[in-house]
């Protein structure tokens, strides 16, 4: 399984960023996706994740700023992030996992990781 983030950069609190993770359609398919981040010096933390009957699995500091989206023909994973803080500054990764149970079940599938740089 390889997935590929993208998008990270540096931007002024208040600002937006889109984050892309592009996979195989078998990934694509079998998977469902999720997006985790680590600041340096702590762990790393859920920030999104696909849910079963469609729901989505949100970390607590988002607040409604995030929302994941999925496009199935060019098999790429989305990560839209508004009204971005400071505390927000951290590596962005994509991971494939399950999503049958009442939470995100991660599996060792992950990206290389994108960097998000929220400036004050």
């Known amino acids: 399984v390889q997935l590929q983030a993208s998008g990270g950069g540096l931007v002024q609190a208040g600002g937006s960023l889109r984050l892309s993770c592009a996979t195989s359609?078998?990934?694509?398919?079998?998977?469902?996706m999720a997006w985790y981040r680590q600041a340096p010096g702590k762990k790393r933390e859920l920030v999104a994740a696909?849910?079963?009957?469609?729901?989505?699995h949100y970390g607590d500091f988002v607040k409604g700023r995030f929302g994941i989206s999925r496009d199935n023909a060019n098999n790429t994973f989305y990560l839209q992030m508004d009204s971005l803080e400071p505390e927000d500054t951290a590596v962005y990764y994509c991971?494939?996992?399950?999503?049958?149970?009442?939470?995100?079940?991660?599996?060792?599938?992950w990206g290389q990781g994108t960097q998000v740089t929220v400036s004050s």
């Open positions: 991971n494939a996992g399950d999503s049958a149970g009442t939470y995100y079940m991660p599996y060792n599938y």
């Open positions: 359609r078998s990934t694509f398919t079998m998977y469902a």
């Open positions: 696909e849910g079963s009957y469609g729901r989505t």
